[in-house]
């Protein structure tokens, strides 16, 4: 019994040297960035003057117009996206797995594939399309859209995927066709409830692959937030320093968001917990 008692403290321990080991080398960079924004006037003392410009945003309008057209661009291009991408896989990975499970391999195999072709290629593929996009549409970034959609096919169709696998599709499509609903109501008001977590965990993985998207958008020849950080970095790299450290403050906000709404999600319907258990008294 000591042994084992010994050998579990032992565990523990090492879990804690590793954990504290990834958090030191997450952390130290981050620190670093946050040291560099707070130096005073020529390298000596304290000033929150860079993270002030941040937040006044007549600054920004006045003297980094590159920022704010990246700013503005990102966030329409993360809104666009997402929905491009629940319209596109949540009733196609929903129409398979009901008429075309023969098919989910298939769908499965070209959602992944995005994974192993790298952004260079990705352009280069796309350079024909983009070509009639500014043709018909314009050149504005938010275009860009489309090849974003592409980029986070293989994360949102995990997520996804995982969602629908935990619930009865077929049961509760056909429960709902022989009460007279219609597809498009199915999909509403069935289906996507019960999606729920799968829907905010692939929307918050776009939303933070397309906030750290640089490539694609360097190569077009496009300004994204990323862009505009990277020619800030030219001019002011203490501002430049300092909208990285928010974008990645933002992204990892979200993630943390991802994971405590699946946490609170999953205890909820648990009957191991006592918010589980207090839930099924309820009901």
Same mark, same amino acid.
Request: net charge positive; with cysteine; proline share 4%.
């Given at each position: 019994?000591?042994?084992?008692?010994?050998?579990?403290?032992?565990?523990? @321990?090492?879990?804690?040297?590793?954990?504290?080991?990834?958090?030191?080398?997450?952390?130290?960079?981050?620190?670093?960035?946050?040291?560099?924004?707070?130096?005073?006037?020529?390298?000596?003392?304290?000033?929150?003057?860079?993270?002030?410009?941040?937040?006044?945003?007549?600054?920004?309008?006045?003297?980094?117009?590159?920022?704010?057209?990246?700013?503005?661009?990102?966030?329409?291009?993360?809104?666009?996206?997402?929905?491009?991408?629940?319209?596109?896989?949540?009733?196609?990975?929903?129409?398979?797995?009901?008429?075309?499970?023969?098919?989910?391999?298939?769908?499965?195999?070209?959602?992944?594939?995005?994974?192993?072709?790298?952004?260079?290629?990705?352009?280069?593929?796309?350079?024909?399309?983009?070509?009639?996009?500014?043709?018909?549409?314009?050149?504005?970034?938010?275009?860009?859209?489309?090849?974003?959609?592409?980029?986070?096919?293989?994360?949102?169709?995990?997520?996804?995927?995982?969602?629908?696998?935990?619930?009865?599709?077929?049961?509760?499509?056909?429960?709902?066709?022989?009460?007279?609903?219609?597809?498009?109501? @199915?999909?509403?008001?069935?289906?996507?409830?019960?999606?729920?977590?799968?829907?905010?965990?692939?929307?918050?993985?776009?939303?933070?692959?397309?906030?750290?998207?640089?490539?694609?958008?360097?190569?077009?020849?496009?300004?994204?937030?990323?862009?505009?950080?990277?020619?800030?970095?030219?001019?002011?790299?203490?501002?430049?320093?300092?909208?990285?450290?928010?974008?990645?403050?933002?992204?990892?906000?979200?993630?943390?968001?991802?994971?405590?709404?699946?946490?609170?999600?999953?205890?909820?319907?648990?009957?191991?917990?006592?918010?589980?258990?207090?839930?099924?008294?309820?009901?």
């Amino acid at each position: 019994m000591s042994l084992q008692a010994a050998r579990r403290r032992k565990q523990a @321990i090492l879990r804690w040297v590793v954990v504290g080991l990834v958090l030191t080398f997450f952390a130290l960079p981050l620190f670093g960035m946050l040291e560099f924004t707070t130096r005073g006037a020529g390298g000596s003392g304290r000033s929150l003057d860079t993270w002030a410009k941040l937040v006044d945003f007549g600054t920004i309008d006045a003297n980094y117009p590159d920022l704010k057209e990246g700013l503005i661009a990102s966030a329409g291009l993360a809104v666009l996206t997402v929905v491009i991408m629940l319209v596109l896989l949540v009733p196609t990975m929903t129409w398979v797995r009901l008429r075309l499970p023969g098919l989910r391999r298939t769908v499965e195999f070209i959602c992944l594939l995005p994974l192993t072709i790298p952004a260079i290629v990705l352009v280069v593929g796309l350079t024909p399309v983009y070509a009639w996009v500014t043709y018909l549409l314009s050149e504005d970034t938010i275009w860009l859209c489309f090849a974003y959609v592409v980029l986070v096919l293989p994360y949102a169709y995990r997520a996804l995927d995982a969602g629908l696998g935990a619930i009865d599709v077929k049961t509760l499509s056909e429960a709902g066709r022989s009460l007279g609903a219609s597809w498009f109501r @199915i999909m509403i008001r069935i289906i996507l409830p019960n999606l729920r977590t799968a829907v905010l965990s692939a929307s918050f993985l776009a939303v933070a692959l397309v906030l750290g998207e640089f490539t694609i958008a360097n190569l077009y020849s496009r300004v994204n937030l990323q862009v505009a950080i990277f020619r800030l970095g030219k001019s002011d790299a203490q501002v430049s320093v300092a909208v990285a450290l928010a974008a990645l403050a933002f992204a990892f906000a979200v993630l943390f968001a991802l994971s405590f709404v699946g946490v609170t999600r999953r205890e909820a319907r648990s009957p191991f917990t006592r918010r589980g258990r207090r839930r099924a008294k309820e009901s």
